[in-house]
């Protein structure tokens, strides 16, 4: 294993793909190949990107690759995808769109899938992304659909969070409503060239000045047609912008945004629960479910060896 992640550190791409693997199926080496990465972590430009199901994401992200490319920068891209029917075939229209680029030394594109359940999508994809920062790609991209929980905790592990909508699909107002709208730094109209975008962005721009991170960083609004690749300058200026100005904010500030070590945390902490619990989590979920079992109780005798950690019957 050591020897993989040697190789990988020196860009070789067949060592990054294999632990990539190693690590979506949760390889009991798992903790050892991430010592071994970590140092090598904390030099990357991270960009996460969500927004609804056909938002235009992946367009967004082939037209970026382009525009960086230019710029003589790599590019490591991680799309997850949602076991979600909706976006069903996403990894291979991901693999269609940003195929093009497949063969370009600088830029490295890998398709995940999720278990669709909590912690699966985060628990594995903050890993990715420390593979692909430690690889020494300049920017690394990671896409995923919708606006939920998971997309707010991406939008924690990255530096600068892109939320891409349409026009007048109603995205907008949907989109308020969620986690994603307080913490996205740049909000993207995607699609001009098909509908009007001024009513989104009047209410986009009404919103943008409010900022619930505590973070004093500008957040702007694009307006673009990734397919007509218009206005692709005008995101990656904004992106650029959005770095320089993370660089210079100090420990403090940062603080306020950062998540990464949350997510390691409670993906430690969940597995030691799990470790102590001595049955199937499904199982246990389902005696809370059933009222089978305090779940307080549970938690209270599980995490502090209280009653032997042994899950106790409710109703007696
Ligand atoms: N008219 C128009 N169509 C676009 C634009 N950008 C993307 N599309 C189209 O919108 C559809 C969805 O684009 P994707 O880039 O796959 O969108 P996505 O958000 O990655 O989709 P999922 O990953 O499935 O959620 C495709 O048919 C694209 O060709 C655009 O700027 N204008
Ligand atoms: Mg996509």
Redesign the pocket.
Known sequence: MASLVQKMLKGDKASLSRLITLIENDHPDTVSIMKEIFPHTGRAHIIGIT????????????RLIATYRQKGLSVGVV?V?PSSP??G??IL??RV?MKAHHKDEGVFIRSMATRGFWGGLARNTHKVMELLDAFGFDKVIV?T?GVGQDEVDIVGLAHTSLL?LTPGLGDETQAIKSGVFEVADIFVI?????GDPLKTLGILESVVTTNRSGVNLPRRVIM?????D?NMDGLVDALENHHELWKRLGPEERLKKFIGTDVIVREALMDLFKNRLGQDYDDFKRMLINRKANVYTEIEKIMYAKNNGTVQDFEQ
Request: charged share 30%.
């Open positions: 927004g609804f199901p056909g938002a235009g994401k992946s367009t967004t992200i082939d799309a995808d909706l976006s075939g996403a229209g991901d769109r896409e659909v891409v995607n699609k001009i060239d098909e673009v047609s990734a397919i007509e218009k």
